[in-house]
């Protein structure tokens, strides 16, 4: 079973597709993949040879824009692919730094200054 992609965007609220996204390579997350059969350890090996691997200590968050979950059902021998879309939001401050952190300008014709905002 799969999904065409201009269903999936169709069916979101807010689809966020942009060029950047496909620059970078996905950070891959395997679940389920501990088994001990030799068919399994292969799939994980495939998949993880698919894709770079990240050094955690020096990986600029900024390049990881996308998420691709694979998850193995050991009952069912079936493969689960998850792609998801990762954004880096700030947290913890005001709704005004908050657009400007993100490079959008809000409205500041009511305010009498910029501490305002802040």
Known sequence: QYSLIKDVVSSLKRHRMHEQQFT???LLVLSNFGLQQIQVKLMATMF???FPS???HRVN???IKRCL???YDAETQL???RHYSVKVVPV???KGLKKLLQEKFPNMSRL???SELL
């Open 24 to 26: 970078h390579h996905p």
């Open 48 to 50: 993880q040879n698919m």
């Open 54 to 56: 990240i050094n955690v």
């Open 61 to 63: 968050l900024n390049t």
């Open 69 to 71: 979950l694979i998850t």
């Open 79 to 81: 493969l689960e692919f």
């Open 92 to 94: 913890g401050v005001s």
């Open 112 to 114: 009498e200054d910029i």
